[in-house]
């Protein structure tokens, strides 16, 4: 049966799971359940898979912690996580599924521009998320593992039998696109019954699949992610500050896996506060402080009025300042 709050999951979910990773159990254990229709068995193996698809490892302890980078500076890991972030981008799929159909198992159906029209006001009003697996795994028979290659955020009614998902794609599903491995999403469309009337409610969306041979080819385009201009400026702009405040001189056309190793490498270092120019023009050594370059600049603008900052330090406290 679905869960509607953590506190409902098993003790043996609930004792090794961190909150967020409940919820993330929870919501595909329902999915499978209630929408997938999938045995108790079945939908278990679907909730520990999305689970572990979502970055979390189980522990010696039997406990699942988030996947932590090792070996690698928090400035590392941010540099990181940008360059993955082009993956986690949402993805645009537009399928056209208007028209009279023969499938090899269902057999001969049509999909009319209103069946597509009610399909997406019944994932609008559903609770948990549509996940987006491998070759319809989610389906075969006798059940397989069919680990998330993404979940559907949203799905828009083009008009005409014409619908467009919005996609979060895993990293790894992400990775296969990117590599060819994959280039088109199969949707699954079905008529279904209201679980708790029986009465016939119409067209809904079943989990749709990354695919090579998609079933609804109509006008279909390759699924593309969003390694657009604008973001590749970004992530060159991003790596060209992070590179100056760790004093790494590389060139812009540096490849992601030598910026990650040169990163990795600094991440360690601390910050440069300023060029070796201006240190030396300052006459102070490579190692300076901002509060000693500060100092400098300001005694060089009014000598006068700066007392030097060692000087200061060395200075005892006035009765005023101690009182």
């Known amino acids: ?54 970055g979390y490892e189980k522990g010696e302890d039997g406990r699942w912690i988030k996947k932590q980078m090792q070996g690698v500076g928090l400035l590392a890991a941010i540099a990181l996580a940008s360059l993955g972030s082009e993956l986690e981008q ?32 019944e994932f609008k009003a559903r609770k948990n998320p549509l996940a987006v697996d491998y070759e319809h795994q989610t389906y075969q028979n006798p059940p397989v593992e069919a680990p998330a290659a993404g979940w559907v955020s949203d799905i828009a009614d083009l008009g005409k039998g014409v619908f467009e998902y919005v996609i979060s794609f895993t990293k790894r599903a992400a990775e296969k696109i990117k590599s060819g491995e994959y280039k088109f999403l199969s949707p699954v469309l079905f008529k279904a019954r209201d679980r708790n009337t029986n009465k016939p409610i119409g067209m809904i969306f079943g989990v749709p699949a990354l695919t090579n041979n998609p079933f609804f080819y109509n006008e279909q385009e390759p699924i593309k992610l969003n390694f657009g201009i604008a973001k590749e400026s970004t992530m060159k702009e991003f790596l060209k500050k992070l590179f100056a405040k760790l004093g790494i001189n590389a060139s812009e056309d540096i490849s992601e896996d030598k910026a990650i190793e040169l990163i990795a490498a600094a991440a360690g270092k601390p910050a440069v506060v300023a060029s070796k120019g201006i240190l030396a023009t300052l006459e102070l050594p490579e190692t300076a402080t901002e509060d000693e370059i500060r100092g400098k600049i300001l005694a060089l603008k009014k000598p006068g009025d700066v007392v030097p900052m060692a000087q200061y330090r060395r200075r005892p406290a006035s009765p005023e300042s101690s009182a």
Not at 25 to 37: C, G, I, K, L, T
């Open 1 to 54: 049966m679905p869960y509607s709050a953590n506190t409902e999951l098993p003790e043996a979910v609930r004792s090794v799971l961190p909150e967020e990773a409940q919820s993330i159990w929870r919501n595909a254990f329902n999915s499978a359940v209630y929408d997938q229709e999938l045995s108790e068995e079945r939908a278990f193996q679907v909730a520990w898979a999305a689970v572990e698809n979502a």
């Open 90 to 121: 949402p993805v645009r799929v537009r399928v056209n599924a208007l028209g009279k159909w023969v499938h090899p198992v269902t057999g001969t159906f049509e999909v009319s521009a209103d069946d597509v029209s009610n399909a997406v006001r």
